[in-house]
């Protein structure tokens, strides 16, 4: 990461089977490793755009602004919302919102599942 000129982070969010909120981000560079598994469970109200705005910030940081050219994540509300707030401070970072569902062609629906894509 060090000798990278450039690179990209990607996060995602869930809650676990036990109600813990956990936010993963992964730096690619050009090879993908985890930076920081996040527990976000002390944050007692919901994992809201801007909790997420400013544990990405940091991140950023830590990795060096200069450095990111995208963050990729899904296209959940609080991540739409978190890179609106982003973008104020950083407007040269590219955001990429991901869903698990693609529509390809007259093929119909495909969706994710590990690593293949399967029709639905």
Not at 25 to 44: E, G, M, W, Y
């Amino acid at each position: 990461m060090d000798k990278a000129d450039f690179l990209s982070i990607s996060s995602d969010g869930w809650t676990d089977v036990n109600s813990s909120k956990i936010i993963n981000v992964v730096v690619h560079c050009p090879k993908p490793f985890l930076l920081n598994s996040i527990d976000a469970t002390k944050n007692r109200t919901q994992v809201i755009g801007e909790y997420i705005a400013k544990l990405l910030a940091e991140e950023i940081n830590a990795v060096g602004k200069s450095k990111v050219v995208a963050i990729v994540t899904d296209h959940a509300a609080n991540m739409r919302s978190a890179w609106r707030l982003l973008a104020k401070d950083y407007p040269w970072i590219c955001s990429r919102m991901q869903g698990s569902h693609a529509k390809f062609g007259n093929e119909g629906y495909l969706r994710k599942d590990g690593d293949r894509w399967l029709a639905g």
